[in-house]
Structure formats: structure tokens, C-alpha cells
């Protein structure tokens, strides 16, 4: 896939991939399934497989987050141009953040991508959370008695 533009991959494969999810209601939006889409909307700027790099952000099976790069080295080899790295759900939320940012924006990676992965990362962090039972409600006034 090396000798192709990106460019021409997302001509070829925008109306119609693996990845795609259009909806008749809500306007006609289209979404995307692709993991290396932090926003889940179909767009060249969000899509993984038609840019040279790109970032994604899965839940872990632990209950943290896993971000996924591509390695634009390896771009004619699909099994090894994805690079994990795996942010246990004990690790801080803001070093979380903080790592998350480090690998998108700071190396300079994807810049653009900052918000939308540091976004992604507070939402699936949020989701994982355990969700905690609601006390007893205690009766007030007369049926307390």
C-alpha cells in the first residue's frame, strides 16, 4: 500500500467501506466502526486506514485504555504497523491524559488529533468506571416514624 496515496485510498473507499455506518434518520449521518477513529465520524481527518498516521483509542480487557498508533514504516505490512500501549484503569486519570497527549501532540505525531484522543481517553475512562449502588432512600417526616 506504500506505492498508493492516501489521498486515492480515501476517494476509492469513502462511500463504501467495512467501516461505514449510515443512518437514513437523524439527516443521513454517517458514522465510522474504524478503531483508529477517536470521534466515530466519517471524515479523512478521523479515518485511520486513509492516513499515514494515525491514533485510536479501545477500552482494555482490564478496564483501562489501550492507544493504538500505525507505524508509517510498515504501512505494507497490516500485522506490524500497529503499535499498543496499554494504560491500566489503576493508573491516574491525568497521567493518563498526560501520556495520551505525549504520544499524539508533543512528539508531534498528530497535533491535530490532541483534543479529540485526550476526549476519547476522559469518555472510555469514564464508561470503565464501576458503576456505584444508590443508598437506601431514608423516609422523611411522618413515615420515619
Known amino acids: 500500500m506504500s506505492n498508493v496515496s492516501y489521498d486515492l485510498i480515501w476517494e476509492v473507499a469513502r462511500n463504501q467501506n467495512s467501516f461505514l455506518v ?3 434518520t437523524n439527516g443521513g449521518v454517517q ?9 466515530n465520524v466519517h471524515s479523512k481527518k478521523y479515518a485511520g486506514f486513509a492516513n499515514e498516521k494515525a491514533v485510536g483509542l479501545v477500552p482494555a480487557s482490564n478496564g483501562g485504555v ?3 498508533t ?3 514504516s510498515a504501512a505494507s505490512s497490516p500485522a506490524k504497523s500497529t ?3 496499554t494504560f491500566p484503569a489503576t493508573k491516574d486519570t491525568r497521567r493518563t491524559f498526560k501520556a495520551v497527549a505525549t504520544a499524539t501532540a508533543v512528539s508531534g505525531y498528530r497535533p491535530d488529533l490532541r483534543e479529540a484522543a485526550i476526549q476519547r481517553a476522559s469518555s ?9 449502588a444508590s443508598p437506601e432512600a431514608k423516609p ?5 416514624l
Do not use: E, Q, Y
Open 31 to 39: 458514522l465510522s466502526r474504524d478503531p483508529m477513529n477517536l470521534t
Open 70 to 72: 500505525k507505524k508509517p
Open 83 to 85: 503499535i499498543s500501549v
Open 22 to 24: 449510515k443512518r437514513k
Open 140 to 144: 422523611r417526616g411522618k413515615k420515619a
Open 124 to 132: 472510555l475512562k469514564h464508561a470503565t468506571k464501576p458503576v456505584k
Open 66 to 68: 489501550t492507544l493504538l
